[in-house]
T-cell receptor, first 110, second 113 residues
Framework: QKEVEQDPGPLSVPEGAIVSLNCTYSNSAFQYFMWYRQYSRKGPELLMYTYSSGNKEDGRFTAQVDKSSKYISLFIRDSQPSDSATYLC??????????FGPGTRLSVLP | EPEVTQTPSHQVTQMGQEVILRCVPISNHLYFYWYRQILGQKVEFLVSFYNNEISEKSEIFDDQFSVERPDGSNFTLKIRSTKLEDSAMYFCASPRDDNEKLFFGSGTQLSVL
């Protein structure tokens, strides 16, 4: 079983749609959770960071963590064409081991 | 202003040649990481470096790879004898002082011909 799995696969939505991106993980030692946005041929950019179960909101973005189910989500409201990118989940244990999901490529169509 | 800068942005080399990729943090970061991303694939961990020593490395980080902090600020990744399959984006990353959030440089695109 892969340590971090991410779904859905490549996703295309119309502008204004609500987008839901999800990751599941197997290692219960993971305590810190991040979402990154990566534009083509650029470095991943940190979008959201959280370390507790529950929701965290920042503008149009909401990160949700359910540690009991080992499941995290990123919701994007009122999606814009500029949101078109690859979204990576990442997580860390109490050490310095950051593990990344494979990414979901999102296309928001005008 | 970026947290971490990388040079060069693009490196083209012949198979078997040595390449050195450079990373310069702006503030005094303690941890450094190198990641690799082959086109269209996931971000893969290579090595972490703390206090001038390798902290952890992956299976990818074989004897062809080495990391150094030659002058206390620059942080380099060296590939001694490049192979075609080394072609990828290489990212340097570092957390802030809280060691919780990881920030990436803009990457070096390595093309091995």
């Amino acid at each position: 079983q892969k340590e971090v799995e991410q779904d859905p696969g490549p996703l295309s939505v119309p502008e204004g749609a609500i987008v839901s991106l999800n990751c599941t993980y197997s290692n219960s030692a993971f305590q810190y959770f991040m979402w990154y946005r990566q534009y083509s041929r650029k470095g991943p950019e940190l979008l959201m960071y959280t370390y507790s179960s529950g929701n965290k909101e920042d503008g149009r973005f909401t990160a949700q963590v359910d540690k009991s189910s080992k499941y995290i989500s990123l919701f994007i409201r009122d999606s814009q064409p500029s949101d078109s990118a690859t979204y990576l989940c990442a997580m860390r244990d109490y050490g310095q081991n950051f593990v990344f999901g494979p990414g979901t490529r999102l296309s928001v169509l005008p | 202003e970026p947290e971490v800068t990388q040079t060069p942005s693009h490196q083209v080399t012949q198979m078997g040649q040595e390449v050195i990729l450079r990373c310069v943090p702006i503030s005094n970061h303690l941890y450094f990481y190198w990641y690799r991303q082959i086109l269209g694939q996931k971000v893969e961990f290579l090595v972490s470096f703390y206090n001038n020593e390798i902290s952890e490395k992956s299976e990818i980080f074989d004897d062809q790879f080495s990391v150094e902090r030659p002058d206390g600020s620059n942080f380099t990744l060296k590939i001694r004898s490049t192979k075609l399959e080394d072609s990828a984006m290489y990212f340097c990353a570092s957390p802030r002082d809280d060691n919780e959030k990881l920030f990436f440089g803009s990457g070096t695109q390595l093309s091995v011909l």
